[in-house]
DNA sequence: ATTCATTCGTGCATATTCCGCATGAGCATA
DNA sequence: TATGCTCATGCGGAATATGCACGAATGAAT
């Protein structure tokens, strides 16, 4: 059965013609004659009694009339109800990053985002596991990658740096840090991810590439952690930009090497917003894409 | 959009997946995965989150689920609903028939119909008028023919004979009345339809037809009027048994030439149950059909 | 880390359905 | 009685739906 079948049958009905409703809705009169054939026996049902010139509706017919018109506004609001949870930011939006880019970097925003979109409600799933994007029915990702792969639409947020930082006090009491290979005399902090503790990669304005082996005996997670390790003054750390650049600013850290760029993994790292779909973008992650780009970028 | 389209959707949400899905409806998945892209499409909505192994309903999705899950409901009620009143003799059947017929041959029956049948209303348009079936919203006709031509399903009720009757008094002191061509003689009661006032014409038993011209000067409508002049000794009168057998059995009325067939227009008429189609045939009509003819062939 | 099995998406060909045209039968009106 | 219009239906072409085959992606098992 088609709904296109049963609002024709309304129209019909109310004109009580074949004719005069296959010219309203530009058909051929054949046309409307077979749906409604069709129609009465998909139902099982008489629905018009007619001769040639001649129509009315049976007692069946106008059961049915009565039993599907407000069916057909339903299912109009129904659609508009579907509608209106992404026409509009509202409902719920959910958000995923990593504990300590969500903790400094997301969260810092939301007071904003509110006062913005009052009627949004945001669930931040702030955590260093594998999250699975479907399961957990997820709107908005951040990932801090190289690059991004997958059928994800991804759009990057910003490029990160990372930089080996220590605390003015540790450094005062500590073996000189020149250049990087220094770092082989010190116990460094490492955040727990494999591939940041075994190798600094640094890369000199010329793009010499100075591979310095570390040590350490504080392993540490999440990022945020060993920031607060590198600020107690504990050892030399390799942290991301946005985590670190207030401390540097306010003196609490050192940028050891601020000439070099430096990757435990792969340069040119940053933050990506990842998303399901262009299409049938809902609202409510437009502009939360749209809010966090315009803040990101401003600092 | 397609019924099929949202009782499929609705199947998909429930199962999780359209595999599931394809193989409990016998479909291929690319059916399924496609008719759940088409559906989306005519929405302007995503409704399933969906990647390879998984698969989620949006938040739209979830709204038009709670939605269209009670319209699914409904439109079968819609249908329940109509079937109702075709499917068990209940509602209004609109009859009709002729005046005298429907007066004499109809009504009488009825108290027994409504006893068997109390759900039953019956509203019974007895008129010699011509009745538009469709635009009266007529379930079921009588009507008083050699044979039935057109369209609609014929099923004949009863055969009639004519008979030219007259009161014992009215004979008593009326020239005599031996065979037909006498009634040239007589004045006769005439019934107000055209080709009953000119002539009547005569079949004996071996098939001889005797054409008498026969005049009146009072022409009387209904039927039933033309009986109660005839009873009334006003004059000779040609009526179908139905109306006159009992008048003759009690011998207020005598047949007078009961070796003759007789008819005004022709031979071999007899009354006809007319109805629209075989096809989705009410029940309500279906039983008054079995009631007349259980009823007026035991007569 | 690799392999395997399964899911969802899509190109292509085929089957099915829908639609308009033409025509006929029937009916109401002039 | 003739005419014009409605509804029904055969037929052919256009549009849509479906299955098959295949590929990409993903989760589980090894």
Chains 1, 2 share one sequence.
């Not at 990932?143 to 947020?157: C, K």
């Amino acid at each position: 059965m088609n709904l296109e079948w049963l609002t024709l049958f309304v129209d019909v009905a109310y004109r009580g013609s074949f004719a005069a409703t296959a010219r309203e809705r530009n058909l051929d009169p054949s046309s409307v004659s077979r749906t409604i054939a069709d129609l009465e026996v998909a139902l099982g049902l008489r629905l018009f009694q007619r001769t040639t010139r001649k129509l009315a509706l049976t007692e069946a017919g106008e059961r049915y009339l009565a039993g599907i018109e407000p069916i057909l506004d339903e299912l109009n609001r129904a659609q508009e109800y579907a509608h209106a949870s992404v026409d509009s930011p509202r409902g719920t939006l959910r958000l995923t990053a990593s504990a300590t880019f969500g903790l400094r970097c997301i969260v810092p925003l939301l007071a904003e985002f509110r006062e913005r979109y009052p009627e949004l409600r945001v669930e931040g799933l702030f955590t260093d596991d594998n999250v699975d994007l479907v399961a957990e029915r997820i709107d908005l990702a951040i990932r801090l990658s190289p690059q991004i792969e997958g059928n994800y639409v991804a759009t990057q947020l910003m490029k990160t740096r990372y930089r080996v930082v220590a605390s003015p006090d540790y450094l005062g009491r500590s073996p000189a840090l020149v250049k990087p290979s220094d770092l082989t005399a010190h116990r460094c902090v490492l955040l727990a991810v494999r591939a940041y503790q075994r190798r600094w990669v640094f890369r000199d304005n010329m793009g010499n590439m100075t591979e310095v082996p570390i040590e350490g005996d504080l392993v540490l997670s999440p990022a945020a952690s060993v920031q607060v390790a590198a600020l107690a003054g504990i050892g030399p750390a390799l942290l991301p930009d946005w985590l670190v650049d207030e401390d540097i600013a306010a003196g609490r850290l050192l940028d050891l090497f601020p000439s070099y760029s430096v990757a435990a993994t792969m340069f040119d790292t940053g933050a990506w917003l990842i998303y399901p779909s262009r299409e049938f973008l809902p609202k409510k992650v437009r502009v939360m894409i749209d809010f966090l780009k315009e803040k990101i970028r401003r600092t």
